[in-house]
T-cell receptor, first 113, second 116 residues
Framework: QKEVEQDPGPLSVPEGAIVSLNCTYS??????FMWYRQYSRKGPELLMYTYSSGNKEDGRFTAQVDKSSKYISLFIRDSQPSDSATYLC?????????????FGKGTKLSVKP | GAGVSQTPSNKVTEKGKYVELRCDPISGHTALYWYRQSLGQGPEFLIYFQGTGAADDSGLPNDRFFAVRPEGSVSTLKIQRTERGDSAVYLC??????????????FGSGTRLTVV
């Protein structure tokens, strides 16, 4: 079992739909949870950052972390064609000197006009 | 600079050759990271620099891979005796201080390495 599991999709939705993306993980030491968006032939771009459990909202995006279930989610409201990209969850449990972010495989999202 | 710059954007090399990939981080960022992304996969950690020193190189797959950051700014990832399995996108990222900071990492667009 990989440390971080993410359904690779692809996921296709109509414009305006609510999108739900999620990841599960096995390492209970993870404390920092991130969602990155990656357009084709570009590097990942940070969307949301959450420390420990709870919800965080930023515009149309909401990130949720449930550490008891080892489950994180990203919700996109009123999805737009420009949201079409691959969404990567990433997490780490280390402070100090270690820089090892563990990424999921990514979910490819397509929002149809 | 305004973002993380990686050169070249594409590199095709023959099996057994040596390659160097360059990363120019955001000015003032002390932390620099190298990741490798294979097709259909998420990025996998290779090495993390804090200043000039490698703080964590646990992700380097073997001794054919080496990275330097001699002046605490630009970094070079070096791969000796390349193999077809090394083909991937090599991503560089930087952050203002260290890992897990609230601003996350800023990634470059990567170098697409193809070993033929």
């Amino acid at each position: 079992q990989k440390e971080v599991e993410q359904d690779p999709g692809p996921l296709s939705v109509p414009e305006g739909a609510i999108v739900s993306l999620n990841c599960t993980y096995s390492n209970s030491a993870f404390q920092y949870f991130m969602w990155y968006r990656q357009y084709s032939r570009k590097g990942p771009e940070l969307l949301m950052y959450t420390y420990s459990s709870g919800n965080k909202e930023d515009g149309r995006f909401t990130a949720q972390v449930d550490k008891s279930s080892k489950y994180i989610s990203l919700f996109i409201r009123d999805s737009q064609p420009s949201d079409s990209a691959t969404y990567l969850c990433a997490m780490s449990g280390y402070g100090g000197s270690q820089g090892n972010l563990i990424f999921g495989k990514g979910t490819k999202l397509s929002v149809k006009p | 600079g305004a973002g993380v710059s990686q050169t070249p954007s594409n590199k095709v090399t023959e099996k057994g050759k040596y390659v160097e990939l360059r990363c120019d981080p955001i000015s003032g960022h002390t932390a620099l990271y190298w990741y490798r992304q294979s097709l259909g996969q998420g990025p996998e950690f290779l090495i993390y620099f804090q200043g000039t020193g490698a703080a964590d190189d646990s992700g380097l797959p073997n001794d054919r891979f080496f990275a330097v950051r001699p002046e605490g700014s630009v970094s070079t990832l070096k791969i000796q005796r390349t193999e077809r399995g090394d083909s991937a996108v090599y991503l560089c990222a930087s952050s203002l201080t260290g890992p897990n900071q609230r601003g996350g990492y800023t990634f470059g667009s990567g170098t697409r390495l193809t070993v033929v």
